[in-house]
Nanobody, 120 residues
Framework: QVQLAESGGGLVQAGGSLRLSCAAS????????MNWYRQAPGKQRALVAR???????NYADSVKGRFTISRDNAERTVYLQMNSLKPEDTAVYYC??????????????WGQGTQVTVSS
């Protein structure tokens, strides 16, 4: 019951910035967490940043101080501001949300992914 639309990826030079957006569309239920994952070529998908329902935030150590996750007031759009980008940040970035219409049952939804490429 949730559709995610990602945007904002692209090609930047090292040290540059990008902002990713992910818009969640749903009519019922609620979202628990909103997350950004990334998957570099040949590597496992890894959590980059998470914003919880109470607004608390978690970051992967590799992006602390450089990336900022945020959401809009309706909690239907999550953003990832990426600054001081490094070549090792190159990956497909995926939006992820946990949604529920029943308190104890949560469903995991994924965006289509957006490519971020950082040149050296």
């Amino acid at each position: 019951q949730v559709q995610l639309a990602e945007s904002g990826g692209g090609l930047v030079q090292a040290g540059g910035s990008l902002r990713l957006s992910c818009a969640a569309s749903y009519n019922t239920g609620s979202i628990n967490t909103m997350n950004w994952y990334r998957q570099a070529p040949g590597k496992q998908r890894a959590l980059v940043a998470r914003i919880n329902r109470d607004g608390s935030i978690n970051y992967a150590d590799s992006v602390k101080g450089r990336f900022t996750i945020s959401r809009d007031n309706a909690e239907r759009t999550v953003y990832l501001q990426m600054n001081s980008l490094k070549p090792e940040d190159t990956a497909v970035y995926y939006c992820n949300v946990q949604w529920s219409v029943v308190a104890s049952i949560w469903y995991d939804y994924w965006g289509q992914g957006t490519q971020v490429t950082v040149s050296s």
